[in-house]
């Protein structure tokens, strides 16, 4: 298994709080991802790292910021924390992206869920 | 921009087979995948198609027409322990970063 970890898994914030999820990998993966997965959604990507301190947006990217300043560490935060955004949160890694003869297939985390009341 | 159909759902007996489809959408195409989802569980890879044709891997075998925009997922003897959520998911290489596009899901119950 991809030496993945999520932290917290198990989270509940109130509304306009601030919440941060951390990923860290140990695979020295380049690539690295945050999803959130909802009932009728599927897994939609929020932002992504294709290395230290870049980073771009995913397609739904408003309300939240991320930031990696070491390989193995990517955060996801929300500055302010709203209902819409109770999810299950997933970090993924990649050691390629698919640039090479390697298939680049995304590695997952165990998922962090997050509760806003 | 893409989009990514399959089935909502899907009911299968025990030992039979089951063929779960996906239809997609995309400019740039560059690999289409499935990954197979236990219920509160992390998304786990089990294919991956980039040619035309279909790949095999054990009971499950995956089938791709970069033409028709399609794939399918073949699970074949059917176990209990199959019955979970069948993602399929596409990149492209307009998609910096090796990004996955991802469908909406098939759950999947198999029952006796």
């Known amino acids: 298994d991809a030496g993945i970890t999520q932290s917290p898994r198990h989270k509940v914030t109130e509304t306009g709080t601030p919440v941060t999820l951390r990923c860290h990998q140990t695979e020295n993966h380049r690539y690295m991802y945050w999803y959130r997965q909802d009932p009728g959604h599927g897994l939609r990507l929020i932002h992504y790292?294709?290395?230290?301190?870049?980073?771009d947006k995913g397609e739904v990217s408003d309300g939240y910021s991320v930031s990696r300043s070491k390989t193995e560490d990517f955060l996801l935060t929300l500055e302010s924390a709203t209902s819409s955004q109770t999810s299950v949160y997933f970090c993924?890694?990649?050691?390629?992206?698919?640039?090479?003869?390697?298939?680049?297939?995304?590695?997952f985390g165990e998922g962090s869920r997050l509760t806003v009341l | 921009g893409q989009n990514i159909d399959q089935p909502t759902e899907m009911t299968a007996t025990e030992g039979a087979i089951v063929q779960i489809n996906c239809t997609y959408q995309?400019?740039?195409?560059?690999?289409l995948f499935w990954y197979q989802q236990h219920a509160g569980e992390a998304p786990t890879f089990l294919s991956y198609n980039v040619l035309d044709g279909l790949e095999e891997k054990g009971r499950f075998s995956s089938f791709l027409s970069r033409s028709k925009g399609y794939s399918y997922l073949l699970l074949k003897e059917l176990q209990m322990k199959d019955s979970a959520s069948y993602l399929c998911?596409?990149?492209?290489?307009?998609?910096?970063?090796?990004?996955?596009?991802f469908g909406q899901g098939t759950e999947l119950s198999v029952k006796p």
């Open positions: 993924a890694i990649s050691e390629s992206g698919g640039d090479s003869a390697n298939t680049g297939e995304l590695f």
């Open positions: 998911a596409v990149r492209s290489f307009y998609n910096q970063g090796g990004k996955l596009i």
């Open positions: 995309t400019s740039g195409f560059n690999g």
């Open positions: 790292s294709y290395g230290v301190k870049d980073t």
